[in-house]
């Protein structure tokens, strides 16, 4: 590296080579013959996942440091950072998570060498970490079977890599591990600590009850500092914090977990939302149905879903049976199943009648609640809730259309995720689960082909997902990156050649002769609640105008120059502005206070000079004022701004944009 003048500092430093398979190997890994890399840096995700992968083993270090008694589980690196769980007799707490950080500072300094081992046997390795019950599990484990914990231990060998003294060549610390490492401690540049949790040992509740201590790693202090605002700025918006700050919605105890309520301002975002949707819906040829929330069990069987997602469905009601006066069963009852999917439901309005090709490709759409059983652990306000409004539709349609309707969907679904503000995309292609699918291979090839042709056509870049399909068919989906470049998964689409097959679902052909449907399920927002707790971030709480649930306020100077603003706002309502006059005791510095911290775009100020003048001035979000504009031109920009559905926010120098070109159109 010296002699190819390759960086050992700074954020491009190497930190490792990859080979053409794209293996990463140490620095000082000796090839037994000639062979091609290429350089690694810090500022590349490979790089970064091995600076954090380094910097978990030096956690784990300082906690056995720290904690002699602690025991170790695994620490891999994950997304923007890395962990590591541990046995300990009490839950790390923030002061833990300080003496953590600094005893981790020491041993960067220090140096440290990482060396990697070779076990010559499961024995030796065993006799060495005879005193970590976890490690002896995995080296166990290793070669029973293929995942990525028991690859944490060294892949084809098993592995270990200790931390050695610099000078002396001393074995300080180890651990059991695949690796690689960066060639020294020094390499970790830049790392916090960010907090601690419980955790299960594999992710099994039934077995050790562990803490987890997550962190953060970065090729600079810079980029470390990128990070952490961001995360700050992310947690400003987090749609659960914003939810109750401006009472939007809430998670009431007594309804259980994952189950929301809309407040009357959120109950307005929604419901614009919604009936934009719904127009656009109408336009593009779909057509509303309604189905019920709850079926009987026989309905899922048929579907599959008992067979493949029941540990998604709540549990059955057994309802229905009858019994005699000596308790007896008279007539036996059977199960209902709260609906996890509207699909089957739709299959049985395409199968209520004879269908002719001239009526495909059939579009049904429906705002449909359903149900599902996500875990505690999982479930995180409305972006994993248990209940929740899917905006579904599935198109019936020949084989002949299957192009041309998954084109015009995926071209629908982009457009409409654009008029609501999200407009940075790519698709992802998920592909056939082995274990977990129906249908025959044939099909499977033929759909996942269809949706790739698709995906590849749009000019998006498609991105591939294997074995993320459902059990029925691929599908695309669509990852939207939100203000702060977070991707959140969109919009699905799904091919399915199954479901049709199951419920004999038929068309008659031109020919006379009788012809299987294909299937194409759809669902643009994923759920309302969850799309609705994605723009609440994205926007940081400040809905554009015509999502605002209060769009205007009237904040007289005094409560004299009140009825002058109520004219306005009469005038504003007469065009369905949603307007209201501040007539609360608060001085007027206060009530700017409230309605900035409100998020309301448009807050209207009158004193005597504006009602003298019949004038209105603005104030706006982001502290931009416009003084003294007449109220007929107040009225007509803001009408014009928010039927324009323009999902930037309003500022001094936008809106006199607009009020310029209103007054030169009359």
Request: charged residues 30%.
């Amino acid at each position: 590296m010296r002699e190819l003048g390759l960086p050992n500092k700074g954020p491009q430093a190497v930190v490792v080579v990859a080979e053409s398979d794209g293996t990463l190997r140490d620095l000082s890994w000796s090839p037994d013959s000639d062979v091609d890399v290429a350089p690694v840096p810090a500022d590349s995700e490979a790089g970064r996942s091995v600076i954090r992968h380094s910097a978990a083993h030096v956690l784990a270090q300082a906690v056995q440091d720290l904690h002699p008694e602690a025991k170790l589980g695994i620490g891999p690196p994950i997304k923007d950072g890395f962990y590591y769980d541990f046995d300990v007799a009490e839950p790390f707490t923030p002061e833990d998570l300080k003496a953590l950080e600094k005893k981790m500072k020491q041993i960067i300094k220090s140096g440290q060498r990482f060396s990697r081992r070779v076990y010559e046997s499961k024995d030796e390795a065993r006799a060495e970490l005879a005193g970590e019950p976890f490690k002896l599990e995995l080296i166990d484990d290793k070669g029973a079977a293929d995942d990525d914990e028991i690859m944490e231990v060294g892949g084809a060998e098993l592995t270990a890599y200790d931390n050695l003294n610099p000078r002396t060549g001393e074995r300080i610390w180890g651990d059991l591990c695949r690796g690689p490492h960066v060639p020294t401690t020094k390499y970790i540049p830049a790392f916090k600590l960010t907090r601690s949790s419980a955790a299960y040992w594999r992710g099994d509740q039934s077995l050790a009850d562990l803490q987890r201590v997550y962190g953060t790693a970065w090729e600079s202090v810079e980029a470390m500092d990128a990070h952490l605002d961001l995360l700050a700025e992310a947690e400003k918006r987090d749609h659960r914090r914003l939810g109750s700050e401006l009472d939007l919605f809430s998670f009431p105890d007594e309804l259980g977990s994952g189950l929301p309520v809309f407040h009357p301002k959120g109950g307005i975002i929604r419901r614009e939302m919604e009936d934009y949707s719904r127009e656009q819906h109408a336009a593009a040829g779909y057509e509303f149905v309604n189905t019920p929330h709850v079926t009987k069990g026989d309905l899922f069987e048929l579907s599959g879903h008992l067979d493949w997602y029941a540990e998604g469905m709540f549990p059955p009601m057994h309802l229905d049976a009858e019994y005699n006066d000596d308790g007896t069963v008279r007539k036996p009852g059977q199960n209902y199943y709260v609906k996890p999917m509207n699909c089957p439901m739709h299959n049985l309005i395409y199968a209520s009648r004879g269908r002719s090709y001239r009526e495909l490709p059939l579009r049904l759409f429906e705002f449909g609640s359903v149900y599902r059983y996500e875990k505690s652990g999982v479930v995180h306000g409305l972006t994993r809730a248990r209940g929740f409004t899917q905006d579904d539709a599935h198109i019936f349609c020949t084989q002949e259309q299957v192009d041309e309707e998954l084109t015009t969907t995926l071209q629908f679904v982009l457009q409409l995720l654009k008029d609501y503000g999200l407009d940075d995309f790519y698709l992802e292609l998920s592909t056939k689960d082995p274990e977990k699918y129906v249908g025959t291979d044939e099909v499977w090839d033929e759909a996942t082909e269809t949706l790739r042709r698709v995906g590849e056509a749009s000019g998006l870049e498609l991105v591939p997902d294997p074995e993320g399909a459902a059990f029925y068919g691929p599908k695309i989906s669509v990852q939207a990156k939100d203000a702060l470049g977070r991707t959140w998964q969109m919009s699905t689409i799904q091919l399915d050649f199954n479901l049709p097959e199951r419920f004999d679902l038929e068309y008659t052909a031109s020919d006379g002769t009788k012809k299987r449907p294909v299937m194409i399920h759809r669902a643009l927002f994923g759920s309302i609640e969850r799309f609705f707790g994605v723009l609440t971030e994205h926007y940081g709480g400040a809905f554009p105008v015509w999502l605002a649930p209060v769009q205007v306020v009237g904040i007289p100077v005094a409560e004299a120059f009140a009825p002058h603003l109520q004219l306005v706002v009469n005038r504003l309502k007469s065009r369905r502005v949603r307007a209201e006059v501040d007539y609360s005791d608060d001085r007027m510095q206060k009530k700017i206070r409230n309605h900035t911290t409100a998020k309301v775009p448009f807050m209207l100020l009158a004193g005597e000079r504006d009602v003298e003048a019949g004038a209105v001035s603005f104030r706006f979000r982001d502290g931009t004022q416009l003084n003294g504009i007449p109220v007929d031109d107040a009225v007509v920009a803001i009408d014009e701004w928010e039927e324009s559905r323009r999902n930037d926010s309003p500022t001094a120098e936008t809106m006199q944009a607009v009020i310029d070109a209103a007054r030169k159109r009359r």
